[in-house]
């Protein structure tokens, strides 16, 4: 019994270390994808775009061809308003795949980076708009220095920081959208891309009938690059679906930062954009933000933990007295007998 039991926390934490490992993949590639997207110029950022669409369901028909599950394709076909939801979901992840692959190739990553540390705040704002949730007094206090950091760079720049707003609302929409679908990430990016993957094949035909394509024009690297558009996109996806299931939802929480600070590292080290005063100051709230967040988070899980520990032990002493109570019966009834 012992060999059984240490056989099984040998196993246990050998999944947990597969799922951490996946997780650090997962996030490290979405952190360092900055790097990938100017090696496809010439190309402009909505040939980026299609090629994407195109190349990602090419990728997921194959992934799905080895999981030999379409169980879910056929259910999800009799469920219009699931449909519905998947278009929408497609829609809103082609705004951020968009505006995402322009601010880098346009030289905006720290702004891009700035999208993704305000996601996990414009996602409780969803919760508490659209599905009436009921904030902590943390949660309230992290969405109200997130206002400011937002305040204080619109200031900073002269404007709204458009970029970090369009891709935080657009992924927190996604993520929303998502949910209600309830579909697995391969599943989920075959659904999605599979809606993208006619208007795109559309626009990459006009483009090469105007003469305007770069895919045969620039060279058979840059045709490789263009096609692992589909790599870059599902293998994060794959890795984080494995770290998924094998790791507390309270870790992928705090791995999800690490994509943002590679962004902002690559931002200025390796791109060499300006961080004035203003800039510094508006990043700061936003991690003062997160760390109450994360810390609200933390708190909460470890509450979560020593509430059900304490259900289980009482539950096993009512058990205990069960037990006790029917011993006791049992040795009254046999003493009793003639």
């Given at each position: 019994m012992q060999d059984g039991g240490a056989a099984g926390e040998s196993g246990?934490?050998?999944?947990?270390?597969?799922?951490?490992?996946?997780?650090?993949?997962?996030?490290?590639?979405?952190?360092?994808?900055?790097l990938f997207?100017?090696?496809?110029?010439p190309a402009g950022s909505v040939e980026i775009l299609a090629h994407r669409m195109v190349w990602s369901l090419a990728f997921v028909g194959v992934a799905m061809l080895f999981v030999r599950k379409w169980g879910w394709a056929k259910d999800l076909l009799r469920q219009p308003k699931r449909l519905a939801l998947v278009a929408l979901g497609a829609a809103v992840i082609t705004v951020n795949w968009g505006v995402y692959i322009w601010s880098v190739n346009s030289g905006h990553v720290v702004e891009a980076s700035l999208g993704y540390f305000i996601n996990p705040l414009v996602s409780i704002a969803l919760g508490v708009?659209?599905?009436?949730?009921?904030?902590?007094?943390?949660?309230?206090?992290?969405?109200?220095?997130?206002?400011?950091?937002?305040?204080?760079?619109?200031i900073g720049y002269g404007q709204p920081p458009w970029i970090s707003l369009v891709l935080a609302f657009s992924f927190g929409t996604y993520g929303l959208v998502k949910k209600k679908v309830n579909l697995s990430g391969l599943?989920?990016?075959?659904?999605?891309?599979?809606?993208?993957?006619?208007p795109a094949?559309?626009?990459l035909l006009w483009l090469s009938s105007q003469g305007r394509s770069t895919f045969a024009g620039e060279g058979a690297g840059h045709a490789v690059l263009l096609a692992s558009t589909g790599l870059v996109t599902a293998v994060p996806l794959v890795c984080f679906g494995a770290a998924a299931i094998r790791v507390p939802l309270s870790t992928l929480g705090l791995l999800q930062y690490l994509a943002p600070v590679f962004q902002f590292l690559l931002g200025i080290v390796y791109f060499h954009e300006a961080m004035p005063p203003e800039r510094w100051a508006g990043f700061a709230l936003v991690w003062l933000a997160l760390a109450l967040l994360t810390w609200d988070a933390l708190r909460s899980a470890r509450a979560g933990r020593v509430a059900l520990a304490r259900a289980e032990i009482a539950a096993a002493g009512v058990l205990d007295d069960a037990v006790a109570v029917d011993g006791a019966r049992a040795a009254g009834t046999g003493t009793s007998r003639p």
């Open positions: 246990h934490a050998n999944e947990g270390r597969t799922g951490l490992l996946n997780g650090f993949a997962a996030y490290g590639m979405w952190g360092l994808v900055p997207w100017p090696l496809l110029k708009l659209l599905l009436k949730e009921r904030l902590r007094l943390a949660q309230w206090i992290a969405v109200g220095v997130g206002l400011l950091a937002v305040l204080v760079l619109a599943e989920s990016l075959a659904a999605e891309t599979a809606v993208q993957f006619l094949l559309g626009y």
